[in-house]
């Protein structure tokens, strides 16, 4: 049975007398069964109401004549005018009819004096300014743990009774499962069991592989956040010791977190990195993902942007919403500043003013265990309700790397294209690399490959010496502006290094 605290304040908006509850959600059967138990509770009459079947009382058979057409079947609520729970699915694709709208508003009148309301759920439900008043707004959170344990438990007792089904899964791997299940619907995630158990007739730690690419699905399916596989690893990062220190204790969090709970701590929120440019910002945000165990999704500003009015807020929404839905995951927003910088100044007719805004508050209140990692390097342009403590919870500046972490880039990915360090002069290098940036000295490399690839010989500690010296670093074409960066971060920002 379904948690009956989902819509634990569905009773008291009843109660209120809102005659109009909307509850946003794409899992209306889910929903159904949640409002069926509400209405149980409250000893109110059930009634759903669909596009193809028409309005239906719970336990008897057949519909309401002629209530297919939604006008007609807003008029038998109102009609009928007794105390009732009524759950319409579908009708907000309908209420750009102001005659239909207006009938809405009618049939839940009568429950600013009688008990029940009309509960309508779906996706995006946009109600006419003359409903609001009367109306209240719920979200319907994704499924808990306990529900897709029982999903599990139920779709593998279904499959046995047809089929012979092994189980090859240790408690550590049904814990694998269930996690990563987190974030889907119960309907998606019963179709992914019963698929993969079918394939080969068992469940096994190998079948966890089909959540996470269903996962994947997904979110490419809703055409906002690009889904990243965790490739990277925090070794991959040279340097940063402040930040990794600081990540590292974060994440014992998801190790455990009802210890954390217990302990006052909630899941962490994330962390702003500022800095110059090619030093690893974007680099660190894949390593989090790979080491904390999480999917990675990238947020794309110029994604976000629509010609259509309203359609840029709408897929800021989408993406947030996914991004939750998904959850426990690492968002990863690269160069914000492209994002939200028009909202300074309002350039572009408001749409990145009201986003910013929408943003704010979700970086405030979102309910969903999303780690952001937001990468900036032009913090002259962000707006700076961005900077207050609270939105993020540490900001850290990443500076050029020293003479050590140069040394360790070399190795890094020199080791990533087959060839052994040891065969190089790394201090020769280091020392002619004094100023450049991890980007820079990982193409020095790149660059020297292509030479000594073409000239058919091995790469030397002299071709890469002859490839640097053609390289202007970022710290001799824009010297002021580093400095100008470094003197606005010291006071302002926690270092990386």
């Known amino acids: 049975m379904p948690?009956?605290?989902?819509?634990?304040?569905?009773?008291?908006?009843?109660?209120s007398r809102y005659g109009i509850i909307v509850v946003e959600t794409v899992e209306e059967e889910r929903a159904a069964l949640l409002l069926r138990q509400i209405a149980g509770e409250m000893g109110l009459p059930f009634f759903t109401w669909t596009p193809t079947k028409g309005l239906r009382r719970d336990g008897i058979e057949g519909s309401v004549y002629g209530t297919v057409d939604p006008g007609q079947a807003l008029a038998h609520v109102e009609a009928s005018s007794f105390p009732a729970l009524y759950h319409f699915q579908g009708l907000g694709d309908f209420l750009e009819d102001r005659i239909l709208a207006t009938r809405l508003k009618d049939a839940a009148a009568q429950f600013s004096k009688s008990r029940g309301a009309i509960v309508l759920t779906g996706l995006g439900i946009a109600l006419p300014e003359s409903l609001k008043p009367m109306s209240a707004g719920l979200s319907l959170p994704t499924p808990e743990m306990g529900e897709y344990r029982d999903l599990l438990r139920r779709v593998l007792e279904d499959l046995s009774g047809r089929m012979t089904v092994k189980v090859e899964m240790k408690s550590g791997d049904f814990s694998r499962l269930l996690a990563n299940l987190k974030g889907l619907t119960l309907l998606e995630a019963e179709k992914i069991l019963t698929r993969v158990v079918m394939e080969d007739g068992k469940l096994s730690p190998e079948d966890v592989r089909a959540v996470v690419d269903a996962k994947k699905t997904i979110v490419e399916r809703e055409g906002v956040l690009e889904y990243f596989p965790a490739e990277e690893k925090m070794a991959d990062v040279a340097d940063l010791a402040g930040l990794k220190s600081w990540l590292a204790q974060r994440r014992a969090i998801l190790s455990d977190p009802s210890r954390a709970a217990q302990f006052g701590l909630g899941f962490p929120k994330g962390v702003l990195l500022l800095g110059v440019p090619g030093c690893g910002k974007s680099l660190c945000a894949k390593a989090v993902a790979r080491e904390w165990g999480l999917p990675l999704l990238k947020l794309d500003p110029t994604r976000l942007y629509n010609k259509y009015i309203g359609e840029s807020e709408k897929n800021f929404k989408k993406a947030m919403d996914t991004a939750e839905r998904m959850a426990p995951v690492v968002l990863w927003i690269d160069e914000l500043e492209k994002a939200f910088a028009a909202a300074a100044g309002g350039e572009d007719g408001g749409v990145s003013t009201r986003i910013f805004g929408t943003f704010l508050s979700w970086l405030q209140d979102r309910k969903g265990d999303v780690f952001v990692v937001a990468t900036a390097n032009d913090v002259s342009i962000l707006p700076p309700e961005f900077l207050r403590k609270g939105r993020f919870d540490e900001i850290f500046f990443?500076?050029?790397?020293?003479?050590?972490?140069?040394?360790?880039?070399?190795?890094?990915?020199?080791?990533?294209?087959?060839?052994?360090?040891?065969?190089?002069?790394?201090?020769?290098?280091?020392?002619?690399?004094?100023?450049?940036?991890?980007?820079?000295?990982?193409?020095?490399?790149?660059?020297?490959?292509?030479?000594?690839?073409?000239?058919?010989?091995?790469?030397?500690?002299?071709?890469?010496?002859?490839?640097?010296?053609?390289?202007?670093?970022?710290?001799?074409?824009?010297?002021?502006?580093?400095?100008?960066l470094r003197n606005w971060a010291k006071e302002r920002t926690r270092s990386a290094q």
């Open 3 to 15: 948690s009956d605290d989902k819509l634990k304040d569905l009773p008291l908006l009843i109660k």
């Open 398 to 484: 990443v500076d050029l790397p020293d003479a050590e972490a140069r040394a360790a880039l070399f190795a890094i990915h020199l080791k990533k294209r087959g060839k052994d360090p040891a065969t190089f002069d790394i201090p020769r290098l280091v020392l002619s690399t004094d100023g450049f940036g991890g980007a820079e000295v990982e193409q020095a490399i790149v660059a020297g490959l292509y030479t000594a690839f073409s000239g058919r010989r091995d790469l030397t500690t002299d071709t890469l010496l002859d490839e640097i010296s053609r390289t202007r670093p970022i710290a001799q074409t824009m010297p002021e502006k580093i400095g100008w």
